[in-house]
C-alpha cells in the first residue's frame, strides 16, 4: 500500500477491529472518518459536517464499539427514519458481531413485543428513532441512564421532521456525563442551539459547507410539461441501463410513477410512508439484490438509502426544500463512484431552480427536452401520461358531466341548464307546490340560469325539486 494512500492505521483504532475492518473490505477511510475517529477516541464530542454518502456511519459507529468494548454503558443511536435505522443495525454488526456486540433496533412499524424481547437481551447498543423511542420511555421499557454514549445522526433532517420535542425529550433521560457524537449535512441554528446546550466544548469536524453536493455526481434539469414526464422518464430509462433511483414529491406521485415504469417492461418498486415495514424492506432489499431496477421513492428515503452503485437518480418532482436536493442526488456516487442526477422542471419551477443553485453555489446544466416516445395507451383505451391525480379526476368528471366547458353559466347546453329545463318540465306536469303557481304567484321564469346556483356535479349540491325525507315526512 502506498505511503499516500489513507489508512485506518494510525487513527488509534484498536487491533481487533482493524483486522475486522480488513476482513469486511473497509480498507480506505473517507475524510469525515479520517478526521472524526481520532477525535471520538479520545472521548470528546463531535459536531461533524458533511454531505450525505461521506461513510458518517463508520465515523461515529467504529468510537462507538471501541468505547463500549473499553467501559461500562451502552450506546443510543437516535436517527430520523427506520430505513437508516435498520442500515446504521447493519453496518454496526458487520464489525461489531465479531466481538460480541448486541444491538436492539427501536423503530415505528415494527412489533414492540419483539423490540421489547430485544430489550431483555440487553444491548449494547440501542438503535432508535425519536417516536418509538418515546413510545418506550412512556412506556418505561427501556431506561437510559446508562447511556454513555449519544448518537444524533442526521440531525438536521431528525429537525425537519419535527423531532425536536422528542430529541429534547431524549436529552433529558440520558446521564449529562456522556460523550455526544452529532452529525449533521447542514449546521441550521437549532442545531447550533442544541449543541451549545447539550455538548461539551465539540470538536467541529466540517468536510465540506453546507449545501455541498458530492464531487463525482454530474447534474443536469430538463424543462418539461408535466403531461410529458412519464414519456421523459421512459426515454430516460432506455438510454441507461443500471440502476435507478426516482424520487417523487408525493406517496400518490410514487404510486403512479412505479405502475407507469413496470408498463414500461421494467421491474420496480415503491418506497414511501403508505407502505409497511416489511414491504419498505423487500423494496429496498429487492432494489440491492438487483430484483428491482428501478425504485420509486418519496423524501422519507433521501438519506435512508444506502446502496453502492446507483447509476442514476431522477428527480421526477423538485423537492419542497432546496436542502433535500443535495441529499437525493447524495445516493449516486457514493463511495468514491462516479453518478449522474437528472431534474424534471416545470416551466413555472425556475424559481426552485434557482434556489438549487443559489444552495449549491453553482450554475446547474439545462439539457434540451429530447424527443420524446409515443403517450402510451393504457388497458382502458386512455392516454397514461394525463394528469390522473384525484383532483385532476375530479375535475374532469365534473366537466364531463357538465357536457363540456360551455353551456353552464350563460345557456342550457351544460348540466346547468339541463337541471333547470328538468325543473321547467316538472313544473308544468306536478300540482305540487314546485309547479311555480304557490299562492296565486305568477310561473317562475326559467328563461336563464341564476348565477348563484352551484354546479350539479358538485357532491354539496341538492336539486330543488327533491325534498328531503324530513320534509316528506311532514307533509304526509
Not at 3 to 22: C, E, H, R, V
Not at 451 to 465: I, M, N
Request: net charge positive.
Amino acid at each position: 500500500m502506498s505511503t499516500n494512500t489513507p489508512s485506518f492505521y494510525g487513527l488509534g483504532i484498536a487491533p481487533k477491529l482493524l483486522q475486522i475492518l480488513d476482513q469486511v473490505g473497509y480498507t480506505v477511510p473517507t475524510p469525515i472518518q479520517m478526521q472524526s475517529i481520532p477525535v471520538a477516541l479520545q472521548e470528546k464530542d463531535v459536531m461533524g459536517i458533511a454531505q450525505t454518502g461521506t461513510g458518517k456511519t463508520l465515523a461515529f459507529g467504529i468510537p462507538l464499539i471501541q468505547r463500549l468494548a473499553q467501559t461500562k454503558g451502552i450506546g443510543l443511536v437516535v436517527l430520523p427514519t427506520r430505513e437508516l435505522a435498520l442500515q446504521v443495525d447493519e453496518t454496526l454488526k458487520k464489525i461489531g458481531t465479531p466481538i460480541g456486540l448486541r444491538t436492539a433496533v427501536l423503530i415505528g412499524g415494527a412489533s414492540m413485543k419483539l423490540q421489547m424481547d430485544a430489550l431483555k437481551k440487553k444491548p449494547h447498543v440501542l438503535i432508535v428513532t425519536p417516536g418509538r423511542m418515546i413510545d418506550h420511555l412512556d412506556q418505561r421499557t427501556v431506561a437510559l441512564d446508562r447511556v454513555s454514549v449519544l448518537v444524533l445522526d442526521e440531525a438536521d433532517r431528525m429537525l425537519d421532521m419535527g423531532f425536536e420535542p422528542q430529541i429534547k425529550r431524549i436529552l433529558q433521560h440520558v446521564p449529562k456525563d456522556r460523550q455526544t457524537l452529532l452529525f449533521s449535512a447542514t449546521m441550521p441554528k437549532e442545531i447550533v442551539a442544541i449543541a451549545s446546550k447539550y455538548m461539551k466544548m465539540p470538536v467541529r469536524v466540517e468536510i465540506a459547507p453546507a449545501g455541498t453536493a458530492a464531487e463525482r455526481v454530474t447534474q443536469e434539469v430538463i424543462f418539461v410539461g408535466k403531461e410529458e414526464k412519464t414519456r421523459l422518464l421512459q426515454k430516460i430509462l432506455d438510454e441507461h441501463t443500471g440502476t435507478v433511483l426516482v424520487f417523487s414529491r408525493t406517496k400518490y406521485g410514487a404510486k403512479k410513477i412505479a405502475r407507469a415504469v413496470r408498463g414500461m417492461g421494467h421491474t420496480s418498486a415503491e418506497l414511501h410512508s403508505d407502505r409497511s415495514l416489511a414491504q419498505r424492506k423487500a423494496a429496498l432489499e429487492g432494489f440491492k439484490r438487483g430484483t428491482y431496477r428501478v425504485l420509486v421513492a418519496t423524501d422519507i428515503a433521501a438519506r435512508g438509502i444506502d446502496v453502492t452503485g446507483i447509476e442514476l437518480v431522477v428527480n421526477f418532482d423538485l423537492p419542497d426544500q432546496s436542502e433535500d436536493y443535495v441529499h437525493r442526488i447524495g445516493r449516486t456516487g457514493r463511495a468514491g463512484r462516479a453518478g449522474h442526477a437528472i431534474s424534471f422542471a416545470t416551466p413555472d419551477q425556475q424559481r426552485d431552480v434557482r434556489d438549487i443553485e443559489r444552495l449549491l453555489r453553482t450554475q446547474l446544466p439545462v439539457a434540451k427536452l429530447p424527443e420524446l416516445p409515443a403517450a402510451r395507451m393504457s388497458a382502458a383505451g386512455e392516454v397514461e401520461d394525463r394528469d390522473d391525480s384525484p383532483r385532476a379526476r375530479y375535475r374532469e368528471r365534473a366537466m364531463r358531466e357538465s357536457g363540456g366547458a360551455r353551456g353552464g353559466r350563460g345557456g342550457f347546453g351544460g348540466a346547468r341548464g339541463r337541471d333547470h329545463q328538468d325543473r321547467g318540465r316538472h313544473a308544468s306536469s306536478s300540482g305540487s307546490r314546485h309547479s311555480g303557481m304557490r299562492s296565486g304567484r305568477p310561473k317562475r321564469d326559467l328563461s336563464f340560469t341564476p348565477k348563484w346556483t352551484p354546479v350539479s356535479s358538485s357532491p354539496f349540491f341538492v336539486k330543488r325539486d327533491e325534498e328531503s325525507p324530513s320534509k316528506r315526512k311532514r307533509s304526509n
